[in-house]
């Protein structure tokens, strides 16, 4: 690309880029997938989350370093080609980075629409066009602009939780005392299995942190800036999601939210008695949030691996008015709503997880191997352990594969 172009502008600061990551995350997960987990491991659901998120500490351990090892977009793909030293390995990477990140918007639409229907009775075709093409719109507007909007939804999102653990601790002042409900007997195969196999829908749920990588290019002082944001947006989402999946388990019988469309709708009505008109448009806030982010990240990985020559260079240029990659913006887009017509959200959430673990698992012998061939790192950026890549390793590939061999 001529040097002259347009290129991305350094706007985003580490309020902006935890609640980018924690508008992800939130997006795609407890609001889309509370029931979806619930139906699979009943009341061991919250021990769920809480093991994808020990398997996402160790990932998000590595990420830290990476991104400042190597502050470039489109990180996953740049990282496996330093690390492994495989051009092929790190196209694959960045093609499965983009399959997963437009499957994942997909399953946040398909979410996201059965909330909308609630309260707009439309053709769900018709929903899932318009909102996908609104979002792509909000996503080309410009990065700053559309990460504010998003952050503002993403407050919103969390508020909403937190009613939600506020009436469930107010309904049940004794949900402490039944926290032993929610640990299977030792031995207990079938409930151990039952956490094991739903940890791979519940690890959709903490796509969030590994995006913010993808935005160091536009991020203020990133080698101090992003390994906080992912650790903040890892820390964060871990809590509510043990807590909110704690207070529906233990609050609403396990068919009715495992049937549900709207499981949080369900859950607020339960809880409070009252209209779920207001729990009901945050929701449809959480899933349009999550669309408009997975695509602005999508975007960016194609704009990536266009300026380092894997796919051809237009999908690289920069629009001079939104500082946008426009084209990518469509590609990206327009793929979600073909996606969201045609597959129903528990097997776009499973797929898009088992796509990113093999990212997670790349991206970390990455790591291992810069480390064991003493590359250097530049001074003042985040450094681990070589044990933390190991182990996050390892827990993706158990996540990856344990539930076949069950």
Avoid at 142 to 151: E, I, L, N, R
Avoid at 179 to 186: C, D, F, G, H
Avoid at 400 to 405: A, D, E, F, S, T
């Amino acid at each position: 690309m001529d040097s002259q172009e347009p290129a991305l502008k350094r706007v985003i600061t580490l309020p902006l880029l935890v609640l980018y990551g924690l508008g992800v995350s939130i997006g795609a997960g407890i609001y889309v997938l509370i029931g979806e987990a619930a139906a699979q491991a009943g009341f061991y659901t919250p021990l769920s989350f809480l093991l994808a998120a020990v398997v996402m500490a160790f990932i998000a351990s590595s990420f830290a370093e990476l991104s400042g090892r190597l502050p470039k977009s489109a990180g996953e793909a740049v990282y496996v080609k330093a690390g492994l030293r495989s051009e092929s390995l790190a196209l694959l990477t960045g093609a499965i980075v983009l399959i997963s990140a437009t499957v994942s918007a997909a399953a946040i639409t398909v979410g996201g629409v059965g909330y909308l229907l609630e309260l707009i009775p439309a053709p769900k075709l018709a929903m899932i066009v318009g909102v996908v093409l609104l979002m792509g719109g909000i996503a080309a507007w410009g990065v700053k602009q559309s990460v504010m909007f998003a952050a503002v939804f993403t407050v919103l999102e969390v508020l909403g939780l937190l009613v939600i653990i506020g009436a469930g601790f107010w309904n049940q002042p004794d949900i402490l005392t039944r926290l032993p409900e929610i640990v299977p007997a030792w031995g207990d195969t079938v409930a151990y299995t039952a956490i094991f196999t739903t940890s791979l829908i519940a690890f959709f749920a903490f796509i969030g942190f590994d995006d913010i990588v993808n935005l160091v290019e536009e991020t203020k002082s990133p080698a101090k800036t992003l390994p906080r944001a992912i650790f903040m947006t890892l820390a964060i989402t871990t809590i509510l999601y043990f807590l909110v999946s704690t207070v529906a388990v233990l609050s609403v019988p396990l068919e009715d939210l495992g049937a549900s469309t709207a499981p949080v709708r369900l859950l607020f009505e339960r809880l409070t008695n009252s209209s779920a008109l207001s729990i009901t448009l945050i929701a449809v806030i959480a899933t349009l949030n999550g669309i408009v982010l997975q695509i602005i990240m999508a975007a960016r990985v194609l704009y990536g691996m266009a300026n380092t020559g894997s796919i051809p260079a237009v999908f690289g240029r920069v629009h001079p008015k939104t500082g946008t990659p426009l084209l990518s913006t469509a590609l990206i887009t327009v793929s979600i709503i073909a996606l969201a017509a045609l597959f129903p959200i528990g097997e776009l959430a499973a797929f898009t997880s088992q796509m990113l673990l093999i990212v997670f698992t790349l991206t970390n012998l990455a790591l291992i191997s810069l480390k064991l061939r003493r590359v250097p790192a530049p001074e003042g950026i985040y450094i681990v352990g070589i044990w933390q890549p190991i182990l996050g390793t390892i827990g993706c590939l158990a996540l990856l594969i344990g539930p076949y061999l069950l």
